[in-house]
DNA sequence: GTTAGTGCAAACCTTTTGCAGCTCT
DNA sequence: AGAGCTGCAAAAGGTTTGCACTAAC
């Protein structure tokens, strides 16, 4: 059963929870956002400026190797690093807008009904599971079709008696 | 509404087929593995020497961007990697051994489900959706517990009277 | 004939590694 | 005191970009 906190776990598993980790930590716990590597490690720089990248990354392998931290892509939303958040809350899928970047979580059975299905179906022991969605969230939609009809509009002002190339897919 | 083909899908909006695109569309479609961009090229190499490794990635990014292929992560099994299928398949998880690498794929009704409770609970219009699983399938398993075993007789075979270190959480 | 696509070299971003020195326990 | 950890520099792995040339339509 997993300990209450990350520190505790470590301590008890002998980890030394030194100045660094403990920044570390507390940022990971607290922030409540999905951080990346960088991100961390430039936060974690305003409490300790000498604190190194090299320690950020190190650390989170350690957490992610430890089954503390969960490690997301997010859907590569803007890059190809990871993101980070604890595994102290129950199991959810991110939900990601690949407009905005606004990362809403799901929580709710059918993940449950999932996980227990690829159990049984292929007698396989999950350790971690990852779901990510990506699309568009209620108020992006909105505003896309705004800029469709946009588009459509300045296309008709600015037609003329030349056919004009096909726009290219973006 | 998607074509039968990627090709056809391409031709459609005004894609150039090269040879190159049809080498490596012909390998992404009928290869029914996960390939990698590396994987892709050595593949694509065999066929024409002289096809760039970019031209694999630029590929590959156009097919996505597109909606042609799916874009996975596999756990980053063996490397920080992308994997790539193509889209013509029905939705579904991907269960990947951390021990043997090997991957499954899981069809099935919470899959849907999940992806109708989320568009429903935000209002989200979901344009891609991943799913993956890892853990240890049911071979592995096995083999794992007499691995454990074989440790633990190994470890009362050397067993002095001094008082072994705790063994590190691997 | 145009314009999209290719190859090549070089850059880029994220992450890892080697090693000497520092610091928790 | 000593193993575990850190910082620094440098490398590695995967992917992208700039540009001149080539080929598909």
Redesign the pocket.
Known sequence: MPAQTIQGSLRQRG???????QILLELIDKSGQHL???MLYQMAKEQ?P??????V???L?MLKQGGLVDELDLMHYG????FYETRMKQEHAHVICLRCGKVEEFFGEPLQRLRRQIETHFGFHILLARTEVGGYCANCQIVREREVEQARVAEAASETPVRR?RS?AQ
């Open positions: 980890v030394r929870l030194t100045r660094q980790r990346d590597a960088e300790d000498k604190l190194n990248r090299v320690t990354y190190r650390t392998k890059g190809d690093q990871h190339s290219r």
